[in-house]
């Protein structure tokens, strides 16, 4: 599988920004489609998941309420919209899928775009 990340960039405190990740290649495996970010300094961390079976959402505490992660029904796509952001949410934004197939497990991960919040 195969991703790239769009939509990063500078937004002001309180703004909103979308962010967008396409999938390509083996797309058919995808369990759940996700996206992690990393601020310098610190260790990669979960931002938002969503299943592909049910559309179940899963969010970071610091991010509930102000962030919507959606995908496409063709697992083609997958987006967080980011809505009242705050300068801690500034950090490189990864974009990650989940696949299975016969039984083995597989992470896969976009190149990362930049976000970067001014207060």
């Known amino acids: 599988v195969q991703l790239q990340a769009s939509g990063g960039g500078l937004v002001q405190a309180g703004g909103s920004k979308k962010l967008s990740c396409a999938a390509s290649?083996?797309?058919?495996?995808?369990?759940?489609m996700g996206w992690y970010r990393q601020a310098p300094g610190k260790q990669r961390e979960l931002v938002a998941t969503?299943?592909?079976?049910?559309?179940?959402?899963n969010y970071a505490d610091s991010v509930k309420g102000r962030f919507t992660i959606s995908r496409d029904s063709a697992k083609t796509a997958v987006y967080l919209q980011m809505n009242s952001l705050k300068p801690e949410d500034t950090a490189v934004y990864y974009c990650?899928?989940?696949?299975?197939?016969?039984?083995?497990?597989?992470?896969?991960w976009g190149q990362g775009t930049q976000v970067t919040v001014s207060s």
């Open positions: 990650n899928v989940v696949t299975k197939i016969w039984g083995r497990v597989n992470n896969y």
């Open positions: 290649g083996s797309i058919f495996s995808i369990n759940v």
């Open positions: 969503i299943t592909t079976s049910g559309d179940t959402t």
